[in-house]
């Protein structure tokens, strides 16, 4: 099992539609998770950190399970430019070890059509 | 504020030739990564790093090595350049607080393209 797995889509929505993406992680102690965006052909860019009651900007919601270890990012009213690849980001502790790096998800393609 | 640098931005490779790609970081940062990114890959780790003169490897380090002599700087190296290494590599840094890394910043990529 991968130590963070996404539905990699893609997903293809028409403008102001609702969309939602989980994303699943390996190990229960993770205390770190983070949304990312990548633009074609850029640098993923940080959209939202992930925190455990839940955290909203905007239209972006982030949601944590820690029980069932997913998390999800739900985006209200899609617009064009919303329209990106989402990386999954959670900090783990590599076996043997105390100290955490970062595990990216391979993201999950979103097309906003007009 | 630069952030996260990275040189060069582009460059093209003959085969078996050996080339370095720098990383520049000036938030104080004690984790550097290195990754490559291919089409419907994803993010892949090559080497990290979690402070000054030292080095792990990651998920795909074979014909890569690198080196961290100075804090804020991270270098990838490529002895023996080969088509397979054709790809966007992307360096990233991070501080840690407690245990817990906090968000990573990128450098803008390396577009390498090995003929």
């Known amino acids: 099992r991968k130590e963070v797995e996404q539905d990699p889509g893609p997903f293809n929505v028409p403008e102001g539609a609702t969309v939602a993406f989980n994303c699943t992680y390996s190990n229960s102690a993770s205390q770190s998770f983070f949304w990312y965006r990548q633009d074609c052909r850029k640098e993923p860019k940080l959209l939202m950190s992930?925190?455990?009651s839940g955290n909203e900007d905007g239209r972006f919601t982030a949601q944590l399970n820690r029980a069932s270890q997913y998390i999800s990012l739900l985006i209200r009213d899609s617009k064009l430019s919303d329209s990106a690849t989402y990386l999954c980001v959670v900090n783990m502790a590599d076996r043997g070890s105390t100290l955490g790096r970062l595990y990216f998800g391979r993201g999950t393609q979103l097309t906003v059509w007009p | 504020n630069a952030g996260v640098t990275q040189t060069p931005k582009f460059r093209v490779l003959k085969t078996g030739q050996s080339m370095t790609l720098l990383c520049a970081q000036d938030?104080?940062?004690?984790?550097m990564y290195w990754y490559r990114q291919d089409p419907g890959m994803g993010l892949r780790l090559i080497h990290y790093?979690?402070?000054?003169?030292?080095?792990a490897k990651g998920e795909v380090p074979d014909g890569y090595n690198v080196s961290r002599l100075k804090k804020q700087n991270f270098l990838l190296g490529l002895e023996s350049a080969a088509p397979s290494q054709t790809s966007v590599y992307f360096c990233?840094?991070?501080?840690?607080?407690?245990?817990?890394?906090?968000?990573?910043?990128f450098g803008q990529g390396t577009r390498l393209t090995v003929v």
């Open positions: 938030m104080n940062h004690e984790y």
């Open positions: 990233a840094s991070s501080y840690i607080w407690g245990l817990e890394n906090t968000e990573a910043f």
């Open positions: 992930v925190y455990s």
């Open positions: 790093s979690v402070g000054e003169g030292t080095t």
